[in-house]
Nanobody, 123 residues
Framework: VQLVESGGGSVQAGGSLRLSCSGS????????MGWFRQEPDKEREGVAA???????VYARSVKGRFTISKDNAKNTLYLEMNSLQPEDTAVYYC??????????????????WGQGTPVTVSS
């Protein structure tokens, strides 16, 4: 199993980015997947997650600004990030869990992780 993130970069506050996570070695349509982020010296936190059935959950800080979606035909997970703020600056990771799991931020559920893509938002 491999997860490869892309789409990170530097933007000014108020800008937008779209992260992609291309998966291989598993079928995205039957697993839960999620986006997490981590700042230096802080714990990894859940940003948005998608259950295998399509239900989603968002962190309170990003709700209304970020949208998680998945293209099962491409085995790819996306995170559309709008109205970015400096506090969104972090390394963003995608993760894939076991089959038939629901949307969750419990990191122990996720078996596979990408290498991370950095997002920097300047004021």
């Amino acid at each position: 199993v491999q997860l490869v993130e892309s789409g990170g970069g530097s933007v000014q506050a108020g800008g937008s980015l779209r992260l992609s996570c291309s998966g291989s070695g598993f079928t995205s349509s039957s697993v839960c997947m999620g986006w997490f982020r981590q700042e230096p010296d802080k714990e990894r936190e859940g940003v948005a997650a998608l259950g295998w059935y399509g239900e989603s959950v968002y962190a309170r800080s990003v709700k209304g600004r970020f949208t998680i979606s998945k293209d099962n035909a491409k085995n790819t997970l996306y995170l559309e990030m709008n109205s970015l703020q400096p506090e969104d600056t972090a390394v963003y990771y995608c993760a894939a869990g076991p089959r038939w799991c629901g949307a969750t931020f419990d990191t122990s559920i996720y078996h596979y992780w990408g290498q991370g893509t950095p997002v920097t938002v300047s004021s």
